[in-house]
């Protein structure tokens, strides 16, 4: 069972700043990637930033200066720094982890968190 918990949305400023993090859990072997993805309603999921087991980075345009990805001490947590924030950031945001899991090593495994809420407003 594997479990992706973010965290740390919430109301924010125009300007503003926040940190989500992600966090993995369950019968893990290794995690190769880790990707925030964000959505608002009546739109696709489009991918903000991601960052590999090798710590190479992705940014979207709309996140490249403002927001930065990193690992946390282990493998299985991500932070997304959010600064400067804008109106159209707000959206839910979405981690997704690739991973492979124990006795499982063969094949990639891809789960979703359930979202955490970002509501930029002043």
């Known amino acids: 069972q594997v479990q992706v918990v973010e965290s740390g949305g919430g109301l924010v400023q125009p300007g503003g700043s926040l940190r989500l993090s992600c966090t993995v859990s369950?019968?893990?072997?290794?995690?190769?990637?880790m990707e925030w993805y964000r959505q608002t309603p009546g739109k696709q999921r489009e991918l903000v930033v991601g960052?590999?087991?090798?710590?190479?980075?992705a940014y979207s345009d709309s996140a490249k200066g403002r927001f930065t990805i990193s690992r946390g001490n282990t493998e299985n947590t991500a932070y997304l720094q959010m600064n400067s924030l804008k109106p159209e950031d707000a959206a839910v945001y979405y981690c997704?982890?690739?991973?492979?899991?124990?006795?499982?090593?063969?094949?990639?495994?891809?789960?979703w968190g359930q979202g955490t809420q970002v509501t930029i407003s002043s």
């Open positions: 997704r982890a690739e991973m492979r899991l124990i006795g499982k090593e063969a094949y990639q495994y891809q789960y």
């Open positions: 369950g019968n893990i072997f290794t995690i190769s990637s």
């Open positions: 960052i590999t087991n090798g710590n190479s980075t």
